[in-house]
């Protein structure tokens, strides 16, 4: 006869793994810093919709993830997400003016609204206008690679070509004159700080706002081959984007992409440095590229998670979200879900259906520059790969050092080295 110890229950409970901590204490330790990954996959194994103290959900499979993305229940709206936010944590309240003065845009919009300013955006922002920027990224990439070398010594990438990228190459495709791109940079540098100083915080979308203003009026007047001059002229059925539109648009395009770019960049770089095989293979079969940003993408995401309010009652993997209730949806988490692919902690630049990832978000919210990220993380990864034999980190994985943000994924540099006997600058 089977007692309750033969038949496992007393013996399983006594060695079962502690409960799955919870998520906000997690983020705050220097382990989920350095890798998120094996907490995720316990909270995909244990809890994979998770409820925190704080009343956050948190959502951690693919399947469940993507089932959000496309809800219209859970809501993008700004003022929608500000109310949440600060009923969680008061110090959020100053965050609330900023937010409610940047006007209707996109990515803080509900349908219908939302519908429509994506089509009027989508006339300008096209697939075509990013790709004929090609070679002058290429260019741009080559002027920092060489900045970056000309030292001979380490030199590190973050802050020599993964962050100067995405401002000079946005100041291109704004057509933002030379002459205003060092101040550009310093109202960049000024809404990084956002947390610190609200008050300058605020200075600069007032600054930025009126130049951006100035610019559309003068491209009113003298279209140019620059976004600026097609947000200006685009137009649907007896439609047209306001001026609060256009601001809030022009601004939050500037401004959105530059951090994952960056991020995308030195996260890619880093996963392909650590795993040698594909860092050669990527060198011997240069056309990979295109598709290995993809996998770079689901790796180690750029963006960890991204936020969304319930509008209405929504079940998400079995559990009830109430209006009101905040959820992160872990994209990051879902890019390691072995529900959806095969070995997922294997890192494989010829990994079929690698696309398939949510590191972009998806369904109405897909983001829009992604087109923009992906070729400058192809030009800029690929260069650096081509044209620096024997690249690879400069120090060892214990001296790299990782932003705590819950939503971006981000080193706080990554020092380079390579073997100088010779730069190939080939094409």
């Given at each position: 006869?089977?007692?309750?110890?033969?038949?496992?229950?007393?013996?399983?409970?006594?060695?079962?793994?502690?409960?799955?901590?919870?998520?906000?204490?997690?983020?705050?330790?220097?382990?989920f810093?350095?890798?998120?990954?094996?907490?995720?996959?316990?909270?995909?194994?244990?809890?994979?919709?998770h409820?925190?103290?704080?009343?956050?959900?948190?959502?951690?499979?693919?399947?469940?993830?993507?089932?959000?993305?496309?809800?219209?229940?859970?809501?993008?709206?700004?003022?929608?997400?500000?109310?949440?936010?600060?009923?969680?944590?008061?110090?959020?309240?100053?965050?609330?003016?900023?937010?409610a003065?940047?006007?209707?845009?996109?990515?803080?919009?509900?349908?219908?609204?939302?519908?429509?300013?994506?089509?009027?955006?989508?006339?300008?922002?096209?697939?075509?206008?990013?790709?004929?920027?090609?070679?002058?990224?290429?260019?741009?990439?080559?002027?920092?690679?060489?900045?970056?070398?000309?030292?001979?010594?380490?030199?590190?990438?973050?802050?020599?070509?993964?962050?100067?990228?995405?401002?000079?190459?946005?100041?291109?495709?704004?057509?933002?004159?030379?002459?205003?791109?060092?101040?550009?940079?310093?109202?960049?540098?000024?809404?990084?700080?956002?947390?610190?100083?609200?008050?300058?915080?605020?200075q600069?979308?007032?600054?930025?706002?009126?130049?951006?203003?100035?610019?559309?009026?003068?491209?009113?007047?003298?279209?140019?081959?620059?976004?600026?001059?097609?947000?200006?002229?685009?137009?649907g059925?007896?439609?047209?984007l306001?001026?609060?539109?256009?601001?809030?648009?022009?601004?939050?395009?500037?401004?959105?992409?530059?951090?994952?770019?960056?991020?995308?960049?030195?996260?890619?770089?880093?996963?392909?440095l650590?795993?040698?095989?594909?860092?050669?293979?990527?060198?011997?079969?240069?056309?990979?590229?295109?598709?290995?940003?993809?996998?770079?993408?689901?790796?180690?995401?750029?963006?960890?998670?991204?936020?969304?309010?319930?509008?209405?009652?929504?079940?998400?993997?079995?559990?009830?979200?109430?209006?009101?209730?905040?959820?992160?949806?872990?994209?990051?988490?879902?890019?390691?879900?072995?529900?959806?692919?095969?070995?997922?902690?294997?890192?494989?630049?010829?990994?079929?259906?690698?696309?398939?990832?949510?590191?972009?978000?998806?369904?109405?919210?897909?983001?829009?520059?992604?087109?923009?990220?992906?070729?400058e993380?192809?030009?800029?990864?690929?260069?650096?790969?081509?044209?620096?034999?024997?690249?690879?980190?400069?120090?060892?994985?214990?001296?790299?050092?990782?932003?705590?943000?819950?939503?971006?994924?981000?080193?706080?540099?990554?020092?380079l080295?390579?073997?100088?006997?010779?730069?190939?600058?080939?094409?």
């Amino acid at each position: 006869m089977s007692t309750p110890t033969d038949s496992g229950v007393t013996g399983l409970a006594a060695h079962a793994p502690p409960p799955v901590p919870d998520y906000a204490a997690a983020m705050a330790t220097d382990a989920f810093r350095r890798d998120p990954y094996p907490f995720y996959a316990r909270m995909r194994r244990e809890r994979p919709v998770h409820r925190t103290a704080q009343g956050i959900w948190y959502v951690t499979r693919y399947a469940d993830a993507e089932q959000a993305l496309a809800d219209v229940r859970l809501s993008n709206d700004g003022d929608r997400m500000t109310q949440a936010l600060v009923a969680r944590d008061g110090r959020l309240r100053d965050l609330s003016r900023l937010t409610a003065r940047l006007g209707p845009v996109m990515s803080n919009t509900d349908p219908p609204d939302h519908a429509r300013l994506r089509k009027l955006v989508n006339k300008a922002f096209t697939a075509r206008r990013v790709e004929e920027l090609r070679e002058r990224i290429q260019v741009v990439v080559d002027r920092l690679v060489d900045g970056a070398v000309a030292t001979g010594g380490p030199f590190d990438v973050l802050a020599a070509v993964a962050s100067p990228l995405p401002h000079t190459v946005v100041c291109e495709l704004f057509g933002i004159p030379e002459a205003d791109r060092e101040q550009v940079k310093e109202w960049f540098r000024g809404l990084g700080r956002i947390h610190e100083d609200i008050d300058r915080a605020e200075q600069v979308v007032d600054e930025f706002e009126a130049y951006l203003m100035r610019l559309a009026r003068e491209r009113r007047a003298r279209p140019g081959d620059d976004l600026i001059s097609a947000l200006v002229t685009a137009q649907g059925h007896d439609d047209r984007l306001t001026d609060e539109e256009l601001l809030s648009t022009c601004f939050v395009l500037i401004t959105a992409g530059d951090e994952t770019t960056t991020n995308l960049i030195g996260n890619g770089l880093l996963a392909l440095l650590n795993h040698p095989d594909q860092l050669d293979l990527l060198r011997d079969r240069p056309e990979l590229i295109r598709t290995a940003v993809d996998e770079l993408v689901r790796y180690d995401s750029p963006s960890q998670a991204i936020v969304r309010v319930a509008a209405d009652e929504v079940t998400i993997g079995g559990q009830t979200l109430a209006p009101g209730d905040l959820v992160y949806l872990v994209l990051a988490s879902a890019g390691r879900d072995p529900g959806r692919y095969d070995d997922p902690d294997r890192f494989d630049l010829t990994r079929p259906g690698a696309s398939r990832h949510l590191g972009f978000g998806h369904g109405p919210h897909f983001c829009l520059g992604a087109p923009l990220a992906r070729l400058e993380a192809e030009l800029a990864i690929g260069t650096l790969v081509r044209r620096l034999p024997g690249l690879r980190a400069a120090v060892g994985p214990e001296e790299l050092d990782w932003r705590p943000n819950p939503l971006q994924r981000r080193l706080t540099a990554l020092p380079l080295t390579y073997d100088r006997r010779s730069d190939r600058h080939a094409a």
